[in-house]
């Protein structure tokens, strides 16, 4: 019964609020449907489309969403009020049927007054289908949202689409009709509302003793409303208190903060009470108290929850007081604390206040449940965290996972158990656990991701349960949080963090904690222990300990596959057999986790074995792995070494910042940069000479390392080995090694994966080889020692050199001497065999190898001091390199002369690149001697001080009785108009010859005469002999002799003046500036005229031409200074091209020719056929506007050109789009090409070609 006006006011706003609340089945969206067009709705981003279609799920129009020019989300959304606390249903029809849109689904955005609350609220996303679907789901407002967002969302991963999202029909309405609430009540998690939330109970069964009353705070009096009688003595009381929130959401506001503070009030009487002017306060002086608005009641046996945000009240976490006052300023009840637990209450029963209950906000006050006794946990079951992504790549990282093995043979059900990144009980991080469900299989694995939905869509596979979902993948067991043991969520830490297991009886079983984690807390050591993405961090499962370098491995993710230790191959790839010895091949430079490698020792040399290795030696880097660590490896190693089946070494690499790094192998110790002295190469030599027993490899030698080899004399005996080719991306070093070689040093090439990856031996096909007695290691070092050493990039591939009986390594005597070229190779792949001398090829021949060693011999004369390496180049690029022989004596360097140099270039384009200017300038090199010169390693330089040295690659060759001409834009050699000197320096540092010159005139040369004399200013004749200048008196020359035949040019010597009778067979200028080309039924020549006019000249045009003979690297031309040089004799038929069928030859030098044949390989315009037994390198020159064609390896083609000479080699120059024809594809023409080998063991790798190899053409 209502006794009071205040109760029949509330009543009649109660029938109000009743009255105009929003029906249930109202659609609160404005024109739902798009009958209206667009009215109402707001598309994003800007670069969205949006169009009315009639292919509407209902009605006569949908909206087709979709974008034209950019990728990425599109999103038609509307805005709609709501009432806080309220639940809504949100539903939509969407049609989806394009492979270029991607999650399609409706979503819904709660705003507060003060702006959005969150992200982003999805239905599950549609699936691709041919009709219209429904989209639903029931969501509930957060009690401050005031408005929400409706969307119809979309992701074009295609644009534009070939077909739109179609959506129509939407509804958002109420779910059910909401229940008003009196304004003295409200939900039980309201946290901005005006009024407090009242919670019934029973009624408790007693009647607390009151608190004196205390001074109370001064406040104003309510006024204005009636004062409702004070409640009985003892019904009314301060039931709890929380001032301490740290971690929970107590208010459920979305944020755990201050705010979350909450006072809580008991009525336990038997009729409601009205608090109406009653007021909440802190201690005297503290927040302004806080007084009840009208109509504020609880019911009997209730609950009154009010938050920090609703009565402003700031409680001291240092202490403090709460006091309750009557509407006169009565004190009524209040509570004291002087300390404060986080998330802990304060709570009474009736007559005493406790601070070790549980907090029960708006539920009677309980104590915590009694002890129960701990019983005894069985043996720790030895599951393991087999693998962890930490660095997801998806959005948000949701595919993280961990991945759990059992190593054991028994199931194990996992109720209980918990995975998490908190590593001790009441932390701040996560900790989720099984249910009943889940049973680990024997040996099996379980995978639980962060987010089963980006897991999927990153692997393909859904994972067996999920931690934090951001949608639930209902089909994917969630795990439940234990906030007991850590209050946070999933989220790893890519900077560091630890992943912990824990058994149900709280004992953590494993932990795997990674980069900056606090490794002491789980009890792990480590370092660098790091996966960023996209890697995951796998444990070995059959290796055990605490320190995880000794057990991890950074690799490709597996889900559901852990990492096990490989078995050793059924069969291991052959030694081939060269004579006395084994060809045995492994790598001897590889890194692990001890330094910066990707898996543990044990890991690498199993792996390394199962891949086919006869050896592998471990180098860590020795600034990098623990005295701990260098002592296991040499425990591991020795396990793993089984002499006859593989040999397992230890070695270390000294890493020096500036100097370079070389492996070390035979020691105890170690030498490290962290060292007295240890940045220096030269200290390092001084530890390797207290230890006569070491050996060591100079690794990728950069520019300038090792003190740019210069010889330390004391250990030449211990540097055994040099890397000529490193790394899978297969980085050269044939320059260095040569350089090493020339300074005395003894070392035989290898090459090494120097392997970063869990994937040694695997991971390319680099190898070192060494030809042993035997397959042990006492074997292996006898071979470093005598230096019979290989490099290979092909696994398959063995190579070797002997004289007599002195094989590879040793010394043979100077004069004639008989060489045996040893090669093998299972694969049978097509080869070049090659003699190198002087740093370049000075015999070639062609063969494919086998499983049986092939061998070829050749006698040569061996120069004192010399050294003679083999060299195997295979139709792919790959090459191999033997060891050296070295020749008895003193080296003297070859007098190849410095003949002739142009310093100052004006008028005349001497190289021919269409300007003149500075690098025009020119030094003219003469081989006098009667064989060919290899420059490679020789340098090019002016005199001390100026230009930096041009350094001739390896394979530069000067022909006997040969010019070279070195421009300055290939050398860089910038020579001084007024005075300098143009020198020629050896391998050695020995300046071989020079021109020095006091003053240069332009276009003027300094050239030796035929007996050595030095003479300024005589004209310049550059790939020709020098000549003086004419002199008045000279009588006048006879006409030049006309030759008979094309041909005889061959025989003319260089500067003879000649004329010659021709048919055009090149249009000027395709080829070059002022080129074109002649021939006749014999052969053919090139015509360089910079200076005249040729355009009256055309493709068969018969012609007589007048002027000098002299060369361009190594090719004829005839040079033609002024219009009377030529003369037009008739026109004619172009001449046709004459079909080659062999490698080309010197007799072919100018002509048109034809060839068919099978492409090889290429290289920007470059490329080669296998036309017969012969290889044909094909070059299109920019000047004709034509460009190499699309190629693939095995393709059969006609090349139409004009055969020309580049230094040692030939080519064949296309000048028209007709000269390049494709006559089939690889599919059509495999049976078709013997030379080129079709087995997939091998794949073509372009050379790496440098930038002097483009103007050598090597």
């Known amino acids: 019964m209502l006794r009071s006006p205040r109760w029949l006011l509330f009543v009649i706003v109660w029938l109000l609020l009743a009255a105009t609340a929003p029906h249930p089945t109202t659609n609160l969206l404005t024109n739902p449907d798009f009958e209206d067009g667009l009215t109402g709705w707001a598309i994003h981003p800007s670069t969205a489309t949006v169009a009315l279609t009639t292919e509407a799920w209902s009605g006569n129009q949908a909206v087709a969403l979709s974008k034209t020019t950019a990728t990425g989300y599109v999103r038609l959304s509307q805005r709609v009020p709501v009432t806080g606390g309220a639940t809504y249903t949100m539903a939509g029809w969407v049609r989806w049927r394009s492979p270029h849109l991607s999650n399609a689904k409706l979503q819904v955005r709660w705003y507060s007054a003060s702006g959005a609350l969150g992200g982003y609220l999805d239905t599950p996303a549609a699936a691709r289908a041919d009709t219209y679907q429904r989209l639903e789901t029931t969501l509930t407002a957060p009690l401050d949202a005031v408005e929400a967002e409706i969307a119809c969302y979309t992701y074009v991963n295609q644009a534009p689409p070939d077909e739109p999202l179609l959506c129509d029909a939407f509804t958002f309405t109420l779910a059910d009709t909401p229940t008003p609430t009196p304004p003295p009540t409200a939900s039980p998690t309201a946290t901005m509302l005006p009024t407090p939330t009242s919670t019934s109970s029973p009624a408790p069964t007693s009647t607390p003793t009151p608190t004196a009353p205390p001074t109370p705070t001064a406040s104003a009096t309510p006024t204005g409303t009636p004062t409702p009688p004070l409640p009985a003595f003892g019904t009314l009381v301060l039931n709890e208190i929380l001032p301490a929130p740290s971690a929970v959401d107590w208010d459920g506001d979305g944020v755990a903060n201050a705010q979350d503070e909450w006072i809580e009030l008991a009525n336990f009487g038997a009729t409601p009470l009205d608090l109406t002017g009653w007021q909440l306060d802190d201690a005297e002086g503290g927040s302004a108290p806080y007084t009840f608005p009208p109509g504020s009641l609880i019911p009997p046996g209730g609950f009154l929850l009010l938050f920090r945000t609703q009565t402003g009240l700031a409680l001291n976490n240092d202490g403090d007081s709460v006091r309750l006052f009557t509407p006169d300023g009565t004190a009524w009840d209040s509570f004291t604390f002087s ?99 889940f049973t680990l299989a024997p040996h099996g694995t379980l995978v639980i991701a962060r987010d089963a939905a980006a897991f999927h869509a990153r692997f393909g596979v859904w994972p067996d349960a999920e931690m934090n979902p951001v949608s639930d993948t209902v089909h994917v067991p969630t795990l439940s949080r234990d906030t007991t043991w850590g209050r946070g969520h999933w989220a790893l830490s890519n900077s560091g963090d630890e992943v912990v297991l824990v058994d149900p009886f709280g004992r953590v079983v494993d932990a795997l904690p990674f980069r900056n984690a606090d490794y002491a807390a789980v009890g792990r050591t480590g370092h660098d222990i790091s996966a960023p993405a996209p890697r995951a961090l796998h444990r070995v499962v059959e290796l055990q300990g605490t320190h995880l370098n000794d057990i991890l491995a950074y690799d490709a993710p597996s889900p559901g596959e852990p990492r096990h230790i490989p078995p050793p191959p059924a069969s291991m790839p052959p030694a081939y057999a060269f004579g006395p010895f084994r060809a045995y091949r492994g790598v001897l430079h590889a890194h692990t986790t001890y330094s910066d490698g990707s898996g543990p020792p044990t890991l690498a040399f199993a792996t390394g074995r199962a891949n086919g290795l006869h050896f592998l030696a471990i180098s860590d880097h020795s600034h990098w792995f623990t005295p701990e660590e260098w002592a296991r490896l040499g425990t591991v190693a020795d396990a793993a070494n089984q002499p006859g089946a593989f040999v397992a070494l230890r070695a270390f690499e000294w890493t020096s910042r500036e100097h370079g790094h070389i492996n070390v192998w035979r020691t105890d110790d170690f030498f490290s940069r962290e060292m007295p002295g240890g940045e220096s190469v030269q200290a390092l030599y001084d530890w390797l000479a207290a230890r006569p027993k070491a050996l060591a490899e100079f690794n990728h030698p950069f520019e300038g390392h090792f003190d740019d080899f210069v010889l330390r004399e004391e250990v030449r005996g211990q540097l055994v080995l040099q890397e000529i080719a490193n790394s899978a991306a297969v980085l050269r070093f044939a320059e260095a090694y040569w350089r090493a070689l020339w300074r005395g040093w003894r070392v035989a090439p290898v090459a090494n994966l120097d392997t970063e990856s869990a994937n040694w031996g695997r991971d390319g096909d680099l190898r070192a080889g060494l030809l042993a007695t035997d397959l042990t290691r006492e074997a292996l070092f006898e071979a470093m020692l005598a230096r019979r050493a290989f490099s290979t990039e092909d696994a398959s591939l063995a190579l070797a050199l002997r004289s007599g009986e002195t094989w590879m390594g040793g010394d043979i005597p100077p004069g004639e001497t008989t060489l045996t070229f040893y090669v093998a190779d299972e694969e049978g792949e097509p080869l070049t065999l090659e003699l190198w001398r002087e740093g370049a090829p000075v015999w070639r021949v062609g063969l494919t190898p086998s499983a049986t060693p092939t061998t070829r011999t050749l006698t040569i004369e061996a120069a004192p001091g010399e050294v003679l390496l083999a060299r195997a180049v295979q139709a792919d690029g790959q090459e191999a390199w033997s060891a050296p022989l070295w020749v008895q004596g003193v080296w003297s360097p070859p007098g190849v002369l410095v003949n002739e140099v142009l310093p100052a270039p004006r008028q005349t384009d001497w190289n021919e690149d269409g300007v003149s200017d500075g690098d025009d300038e020119w030094i003219e090199l003469y081989n006098p001697l009667d064989r060919a010169v290899g420059l490679g390693g020789w340098q090019l330089d002016d005199e001390e001080g100026g230009s930096r040295p041009y350094t001739f690659p390896l394979g530069t060759v000067i022909a006997p009785h040969s010019y070279l001409v070195l421009f300055k834009k290939t050398t860089g050699v910038s020579l001084n108009d007024a005075g300098d000197t143009a020198r020629l320096i050896a391998p050695t540092g020995a300046v071989v010859s020079e021109i020095p010159y006091a003053h240069a005139a332009n276009d003027g040369s300094i050239a030796r005469d035929d007996k050595g004399r030095l003479h300024t200013n005589w004209p310049p004749s550059p790939g020709a002999h020098n000549r003086a200048p004419e002199t008045p008196t000279t009588p006048a020359s006879p006409p ?98 004459l079909f080659v069928q062999t490698a080309l030859h010197p007799a072919h030098e100018g002509r048109l020719v034809q060839v068919d044949g099978a492409v090889l390989r290429w290289y920007y315009n470059r490329w080669w056929l296998a036309v017969s037994d012969a290889e044909v390198e094909i070059y299109v020159r920019q000047s004709t506007g034509l460009r190499r064609p699309w190629l693939e390896r095995g393709m059969h083609q006609r090349i139409v050109g004009i055969a020309a000479t580049w230094d040692d080699g030939m080519r064949i120059l296309p000048f028209d789009a007709t000269h390049i024809t494709t006559l089939s594809s690889t599919s059509a023409s495999n049976a078709a090409r013997p030379t080129v080998r079709t087995a997939p063991r091998y794949r073509p790798r372009t050379p790496r070609i440098r930038f002097w190899q483009r103007y050598f053409a090597l």
Do not use: C
């Open 1040 to 1137: 030049p002799p006309l030759l008979s035949t094309l041909a005889d040019v061959r025989h003319m010597p260089l500067g003879t003046r000649l004329s010659v009778e021709g048919v055009v067979s090149v249009p000027p200028h395709l080829l070059g500036h002022g080129i074109f080309y002649v021939q006749d039924a014999e052969a053919g020549l090139k015509i360089y005229a910079p200076a005249l006019d040729l355009s009256a000249l055309h493709p068969g045009d018969r012609v007589r031409l007048t002027g000098v003979l002299r060369t361009f690297h190594n090719e004829r031309e005839l040079r033609l200074e002024s219009a009377a040089d030529i003369v037009r004799l008739d026109t004619g038929e172009a001449p046709t091209p």
């Open 339 to 437: 300390a404060t637990t986080p998330d802990a209450s304060f709570s009474r029963d009736r007559t005493t206040w406790h601070d070790d209950w549980p907090p029960s906000p708006g539920a009677p006050n309980t104590p915590p449940p009694p002890p129960t006794p701990t019983p005894t946990p069985p043996a720790v079951v030895p599951l393991l965290i087999s693998e962890v992504v930490y660095d997801g790549t998806q959005s948000g990282d949701g595919d993280e996972f961990v991945e759990l093995y059992n190593p054991t043979d028994t199931a194990i059900p996992l109720a209980g158990w918990g995975i998490g990144d908190e590593e001790t009980r009441g932390g701040s991080e996560s900790l989720y656990r099984f249910d009943g469900d």
